[in-house]
């Protein structure tokens, strides 16, 4: 069944991913935002800035088309560092106590929107240490297959996707832990009376994974992010995304020359 698909000036959306940041942080476990959900952050963040308003001002506007900006999404992925729960990455301590955050997601169930506007439902309707799946309501239950959105986890350098290419494979492994080191904590506008905070791969992290995958839609986003970063008077910082790609690879210790002719495409196109 074809799911609803979701951007950050959704309310119902925007209360998952606020509900999940809160409950990670007073648990005290290291999580990024990765993927779609960074993007959109990342470009939300910007446009605010350089409309000098909100996001919820931005959706609302008949002047504003949303889908030309945030590329919606049905899904979330979260990279989580599990070490401050267990050393092991195998004790199963480690998912009981996401079990545990995704069931303290749901909570009481009914949340106020961030605009103030409207109350939102959160249930767990599929629990899971890989792949659970909520379902959410915008001023209505949330009992619809129509309104679910999935959570992809990931625990370590190990847990990479079967389906990636192995230049992929092996820029995740070496790199997954260190780019906590500069994750991004990004407070978004959404309304005049609140901003939604979450903790997001830092901006120029985030174009050397796209660089790597490589996709049709990652192409996409990283036209977006180089476009609304430069408009915001944010310009990213080519060289570093340059120094992460073309990093020696831990194994072989030399260049992947796949990874430096994309960067090499990139730098072609954002001319």
Known sequence: MKRALYSLDDEEFMTLLGRTDDVLRRRNIPYMFVGG??????????????????????????????????????????????????????????????????????????????????????????????????????????????????????????????????????????????????????????????????NVKGVEQLLATKIARAREKDWTDMLLLHRHANESGEPLDIERIGEILCAADSRYHVSNETLINRFDKFKYLIK
């Open 37 to 198: 959900v960074a993007t959109q952050a990342h470009i939300a963040n910007y446009l605010c800035k350089t409309k000098g308003t909100t996001l919820y001002d931005l959706a609302n506007s008949p002047e504003f088309r949303v889908p030309d900006h945030l590329r919606a999404t049905d899904d979330v992925d979260i990279t989580l560092d599990p070490r401050k729960i267990s050393k092991d990455p195998s004790d199963v301590k480690i998912y009981s106590e996401i079990i545990d955050v995704l069931k303290e997601i749901e909570g009481d169930d009914i949340y106020a929107s961030p605009s103030g506007n409207h109350v939102v439902a959160i249930k767990v309707e599929r629990l899971g240490k890989k792949r659970p799946v909520f379902r959410l309501g915008l001023d209505k239950e949330a009992d619809s297959p129509d309104s679910e959105v999935s959570f992809n986890l990931y625990y370590g350098p190990g847990d990479t996707n079967n389906r990636w290419p192995v230049e992929m494979v092996d820029f995740e492994r070496q790199n997954y832990f260190s780019f906590f080191d500069t994750s991004k904590r990004i407070a978004i506008p959404f309304s005049h009376e609140r901003n939604v905070e979450i």
